[in-house]
């Protein structure tokens, strides 16, 4: 899988950089919500757990991902402005139980 990054834009409001790429698997499944996070880390030279995924979508047949997310300079920056739902799916938070 080779991830290469469309555009970025740095966030200073929220204190994040938003990006959008483009993941090319031919041949290969579609990637995990967790693989991309550890590609575009290493691509950005950040730590996984800085990265979260807002989605990504693949094309039936063509063997790529395009996708939005969203790297934050501090964890706790980004479990203040991001849903918790988005939080639970890219491992980053527990999935809180509903009320009854």
Do not use: C, Q
């Not at 991830?3 to 090319?24: M, Q, Y």
């Not at 290969?28 to 991309?36: G, L, M, Y």
């Not at 939080?87 to 999935?95: F, I, Q």
């Amino acid at each position: 899988m080779k991830v290469d990054i469309v555009s970025k834009f740095e966030n200073k409001v929220l204190d994040r950089i938003e990006v959008n790429f483009k993941a090319d698997h031919d041949g290969e499944p579609t990637p995990s919500r967790d693989a991309i996070r550890t590609a575009l880390a290493s691509a950005l030279g950040v730590p996984k757990e800085s990265v979260v995924v807002d989605e990504m979508g693949s094309k039936y047949g063509i063997g790529s991902t395009e996708g939005y997310a969203k790297v934050y300079n501090d964890v706790e920056v980004a479990k203040k402005y991001e849903k918790n739902y988005i939080l639970v799916r890219n491992g980053l938070a527990e999935k809180k139980a509903k009320k009854a």
